[in-house]
Antibody, heavy 119, light 110 residues
Framework: QVQVVESGGGVVQPGTSLRLSCVAS????????MHWVRQAPGKGLEWLSV????????ECADSVKGRFTVSRDNSKNTVYLEMNSLRVEDTAIYYC????????????WGQGTMVTVSS | QSVLTQPPSASGSPGQSVTISCSGT?????????VSWYQQHPGKAPKVMIY???ERPSGVPDRFSGSLSGNTASLTVSGLQAEDEAEYYC??????????FGGGTKLTVL
């Protein structure tokens, strides 16, 4: 079954780091762009980052640029979101999602992993 | 910076049709035409309902349709059913290898 499963969320203090993982099943990550999207409690969806199918091309939203980086381990078929200098406003559910095709929308979503940044 | 604007709410009675709009800036839609729509029920992950303006993934009822006119994309839900009550988000490729979401529209089935 084609799916992605996120993990790695938790409660952390402001200024610390956290790494989220997204394991893909039934499709190789090298064939798809993968995105991270977050949703703060009671708020809308916010696009965060993309890692292209080539595993090299990547981009982040201005709101997290310089603090968040995305990477991939092909041997584990896993995409990572490394989050540094976390802020209270980074508190959200973090989803990874597969890109349907180049520049297109997202067809496969995980269940999300909750990150709470609090002192 | 691209912004997609959606009405905060929409409603309709069972069997009726409702249209949700999504207005872009900076020529997002005109340049890229990669508009997608997502349905999200409370506590659940988003689900793609429409991609590439009007394409419907397999398994999505044909009651859901998408269109684009100028810089405004629309999602129409025909023959409203109780299970259509959810939050709906539009999204678009914004250029420069970035994407953007609209603020969301809460659809209520009366």
């Amino acid at each position: 079954q084609v799916q992605v499963v996120e993990s790695g969320g938790g409660v952390v203090q402001p200024g610390t780091s956290l790494r989220l993982s997204c394991v893909a099943s039934a499709f190789p990550l090298r064939t798809s762009g993968m995105h991270w999207v977050r949703q703060a409690p009671g708020k809308g969806l916010e696009w965060l980052s993309v890692l292209g199918a080539d595993g090299v091309q990547n981009e982040c939203a201005d709101s997290v640029k310089g603090r968040f980086t995305v990477s991939r381990d092909n041997s584990k078929n896993t995409v990572y979101l490394e989050m540094n200098s976390l802020r209270v406003e980074d508190t959200a559910i973090y989803y990874c999602a597969r890109e349907i095709s180049a520049f297109n929308g997202f067809d496969i979503w995980g269940q999300g992993t909750m990150v709470t940044v609090s002192s | 910076q691209s912004v997609l604007t959606q009405p905060p709410s929409a409603s309709g009675s069972p069997g009726q049709s409702v249209t949700i709009s999504c207005s872009g800036t900076n020529g997002d839609f005109a340049d890229y035409k990669y508009v997608s729509w997502y349905q999200q029920h409370p506590g659940k992950a988003p689900k793609v309902m429409i991609y590439e303006v009007s394409e419907r993934p397999s398994g999505v009822p044909d009651r859901f349709s998408g269109s684009l006119s100028g810089n405004t994309a629309s999602l129409t839900v025909s023959g409203l059913q109780a299970e259509d009550e959810a939050e709906y988000y539009c999204s678009s490729y914004a250029g420069g290898n970035k994407w953007v979401f609209g603020g969301g529209t809460k659809l209520t089935v009366l």
